[in-house]
């Protein structure tokens, strides 16, 4: 399995990603070869998280100082 991150380019009316050479050797990939891909866009990971929240009774804040006071406090 070969880790990499790269950019969605528009060609034609498709869309690529360009595999560089040196992933494509590392993963002893070839010309016509089928692939499976895992696609997991960037973002941001708290402000997903935080964001489904909106309508929670507690705000972030009392959240993390909830949390807090569980970890911390005897």
């Known amino acids: 399995m070969v880790h990499m991150q790269g950019v ?3 060609w034609g009316n498709s869309y690529g990603i360009l595999l560089p050479k040196d ?3 590392e993963g002893h990939f070839k010309e016509g070869q089928t692939v ?3 696609i997991n866009p960037k973002t ?7 964001g489904m929240l909106r309508g ?3 705000s ?6 909830e ?6 406090d005897d």
């Open 67 to 72: 949390a807090r006071r569980d970890l911390y």
């Open 56 to 58: 929670f009774p507690l």
């Open 44 to 50: 941001n990971v708290l402000r997903r998280t935080f």
């Open 8 to 10: 969605i380019r528009k």
């Open 23 to 25: 992933v494509l050797e």
């Open 36 to 38: 499976e891909l895992l």
């Open 60 to 65: 972030g804040q009392q959240l993390k100082d």
